[in-house]
């Protein structure tokens, strides 16, 4: 929501990236430098525009995909128009969430949500910088009218909070483990005492 306002966004996606096969499918522990094989997951999703909802909240995220790129290489993507990627890129966007909703995504930028040690654990998508923060884009010709490129002030303030969230996304997950290990600490104790004396 803050990104959104900052940047003039009309839209953002956040994607979690977790390690494959591990506790962290479970919102565990972090993927770090060796769970090269981690996987991203579509979490949340705003949009001043439309009132579609996203129904999914844990969907496998593409490898092809842009937040999929940004996820795996910790590099920022910048779009002025998502549908003239030129065909050496190494991602493409897919056109059928906007088909599904009735949108028409035109500028992107996608940045990785890093921890403290630099390590991926999401990415914040912002979709459609726009030249007003009260226009609606219902149309393709309001998306042509009052779609603007995110310009520098836009990436430095994303890119700020995306570091702040990637602190945030890493802290809530040790908290989960911390509860998780407290909870087996407990259990084990029971049946400790349970064994010595049923009664």
Known sequence: ????????????????????????????????????DGVLYFRLWQNASTTATANAQKTLVGEYSIAGYVARSGENVLLDDAYAIPESAP??????????????????LTLPLTNKGGEVVGVLQLINRKDRPDVLLRTPADVAAHVRPFDARSRQ?????????????ENSMLYADIERL??????????????????
């Open 1 to 36: 929501t803050h990104a959104r306002s900052l940047t003039g966004a009309d839209g953002a996606s956040i994607y979690t990236r977790e390690a494959q096969g591990s506790a962290s499918a479970a919102g565990g522990r972090t993927p770090g430098a060796a769970d090269r």
């Open 91 to 108: 991602y493409k966007f897919n056109p059928a969430s906007d088909r599904a909703i009735g949108y028409h995504t035109k500028s992107l």
């Open 157 to 169: 303030l994303a890119q700020a909070l995306a570091g702040q969230a990637g602190v945030a996304i």
């Open 182 to 199: 407290f909870e087996g600490f407990i259990k084990a104790s029971v049946q400790a005492i349970e064994a010595r004396d049923p009664t």
